[in-house]
């Protein structure tokens, strides 16, 4: 599974988190949805692989802790999304494809 590069249609801002949007369902600990506009990160996909931090040239991801959750008790959180230069670097090493790029979704949220 991927996360649904079709999420603005299908999901719905629950929350906002460090600046940034939290896409719903959410219900913790076991779902946290996605987190991001411009770049999104299926939080329920995440298992903490670290690819997207290392490899971001612009250090747009930062760990957040999510006790409890299946997957992993941490996630790359886009907490700079503003950030993005839209390289797809991170898109490219996720290796669960958890996270999407879009700079045409930034300003619509
Ligand atoms: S697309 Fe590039 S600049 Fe944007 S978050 Fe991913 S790795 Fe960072």
């Known amino acids: 599974m991927a ?3 079709e ?3 299908n999901r719905e801002i629950v929350d906002e ?9 959410v219900e913790e600990p076991d779902e ?8 999104a ?3 329920d996909l995440c298992i903490a692989d670290g690819a997207c931090l290392e490899d971001c040239p612009v250090d747009v991801f930062e760990w957040v802790d999510s006790p409890d959750h299946p997957e992993s008790e ?16 991170c898109v490219d090493v ?6 999407d790029v879009d700079a ?3 300003g619509r949220t």
Request: glycine content about 10%.
């Open 74 to 89: 941490i996630k790359a959180d886009p907490a700079e999304e503003a950030q993005c230069i839209d390289c797809m670097l």
């Open 104 to 106: 045409g979704r930034a």
């Open 41 to 43: 990160v299926d939080f």
């Open 3 to 5: 996360i649904d590069p």
């Open 94 to 99: 996720c290796p669960v494809d958890a996270i």
């Open 17 to 25: 988190h460090e600046g940034h949007d939290v896409w719903g369902p």
């Open 7 to 9: 999420f603005e249609q």
């Open 32 to 39: 946290l949805g996605i987190h991001g506009t411009h770049v």
